[in-house]
């Protein structure tokens, strides 16, 4: 079975314990993931295919152990063989189209998201912007503090972007 790395994240399950989604966001979920629909049901079916493949090389080693080793055929275990190794090339290549859908769906969200962000910001009045203060923007502050902790760029890296943009 494959895992991501996101399977060794730590995860706080009391945390979202008795919570419900409301029905306003998830109105406003869809209309975002609606141009995705038919990525999304490949994205599901291609998971359940490759779930349904992974049971294959079980049954098949346990026919070629039970059945068609005892009864020296050697026929049957080549084909036995044949049909584990296709089964394995074919989960390799329902991984690459889940990939493909994941990156294809994520990606084009993130997209929609960053543009719909960008067109409310360009409707806000002048004196909403104004007003905001030069160390803020309309980002959350907790997201700003993990900007603010990343290491500061080399010194020369920094005097030739400088130089660059003199």
């Known amino acids: 079975m494959r895992m991501g790395p996101h399977m060794m994240m730590p995860g706080d399950a009391d945390a979202v314990k008795g919570r419900k989604i409301d029905r306003t966001s998830m109105s406003r979920v869809w209309v975002f ?12 079916l291609s998971i359940i295919f490759a779930s349904a493949v992974g ?29 584990a190794v296709g089964a394995a090339l074919f989960d390799a290549f329902l991984a690459i189209t889940q990939r ?7 990606e ?4 929609d998201l ?35 902790s990343r290491p500061s760029p080399p010194p020369l890296a920094v005097l030739s972007a400088m130089w660059l943009f003199w």
């Open 33 to 44: 993931a609606s141009p995705y629909k038919t990525a999304i049901i490949g994205f599901l």
């Open 55 to 83: 049971l294959v090389p079980p049954f098949v080693f346990r026919a070629i152990i039970d059945d068609a080793i005892p009864s020296g055929n050697r026929g049957r275990i080549w084909f036995l063989a044949m049909l």
């Open 100 to 106: 493909w859908y994941s990156a294809r769906i994520g």
């Open 108 to 111: 084009g969200l993130i997209y």
């Open 114 to 148: 960053r543009v719909a962000l960008f067109d409310k910001v360009q409707r806000m009045p002048v004196a909403f912007l104004l007003a905001l203060k030069p160390d803020r923007s309309l980002v959350d502050s907790t997201t700003m503090s993990s900007v603010r």
